[in-house]
Nanobody, 125 residues
Framework: QVHLEESGGGLVQAGGSLRLSCAAS????????MAWFRQAPGAEREFVAT????????IYADSVKGRFTISRDNAKSTAYLQMNLLKPEDTAVYYC??????????????????WGQGTRVTVSS
């Protein structure tokens, strides 16, 4: 079992940056695959990025590739999402997710059993 808590959301102008954090409590954070998803108003939840337990492998959605960077610090039991060159279409609630069952990494929300409550990101034009 792991509890996830996101932070770092807020209001930013287009072109700006934010760094989201996902603090995990519970055992063996280093064994979990971590991911970020987002849900815009009126839209379905969508995949943003994922990182393997070691940090060696990452996958990004095409819409954020080159602008967002996912990382993790296993010593601090925290995952991060650095978001640069933000666009109004990045406006959404961002959710951190964790899975202990994925062999490496996955972009499917169905593979993640643990979810945070979300942090809101608003990008103004």
């Amino acid at each position: 079992q792991v509890h996830l808590e996101e932070s770092g959301g807020g209001l930013v102008q287009a072109g700006g940056s934010l760094r989201l954090s996902c603090a995990a409590s519970g055992r063996t954070f280093s064994s979990y695959t971590m991911a970020w998803f987002r849900q815009a108003p009126g839209a379905e939840r969508e995949f943003v990025a994922t990182i393997s337990w070691s940090g060696a492998r990452t996958i990004y959605a095409d819409s954020v590739k080159g602008r967002f960077t996912i990382s993790r610090d296993n010593a601090k039991s925290t995952a991060y999402l650095q978001m640069n060159l933000l666009k109004p279409e990045d406006t959404a609630v961002y959710y951190c997710a964790a899975s202990s069952t994925i062999a490496t990494i996955s972009d499917s929300s169905y593979n993640y059993a643990y979810w945070g409550q979300g942090t809101r990101v608003t990008v103004s034009s």
